[in-house]
């Protein structure tokens, strides 16, 4: 679990307790917690709050008019978003898959030397 924004507030309102105490002894999902501390106990405009349960479940939730953030899931889909919105992305975990193209190997292999340069 990753908290961010303002420090003070989370530490305040000890919010990755809060959110784990919602999911064992409240029986609420991974998203109903998180949801629950960013909207309901945090005051506007105080951030945010990136996190994965056991089962691999995802909730990136936020409080203010922005957030950058990015994921990605085994399969190698993923998103991007800073606002409301998300844009998808697919990434290469491993070039060697078979189940890639040639193409999607070229570039994965071109995109990783430009990182390096």
Not at 57 to 67: D, K, R, S, V, W
């Amino acid at each position: 679990m990753h908290c961010v924004g303002s420090g003070e507030e989370f530490m305040r309102h000890v919010a990755a307790y809060d959110i784990s105490c919602r999911m064992e002894y409240g029986s609420c999902s991974l998203s109903d917690a998180v949801c629950g501390l960013v909207h309901r106990r945090l005051p506007p405009d105080s951030g945010g709050v990136i996190a994965v349960d056991k089962t691999g479940a995802m909730c990136l939730e936020f409080n203010t008019p922005g957030m950058m953030r990015g994921w990605i899931t085994h399969d190698g889909e993923g998103g991007v978003g800073i606002w409301g919105e998300t844009k998808p992305v697919r990434y290469l975990l491993r070039p060697e898959d078979p189940s890639y193209t040639q193409d999607e190997r070229r570039s994965f292999c071109s995109q990783n030397m430009e990182a390096r340069r």
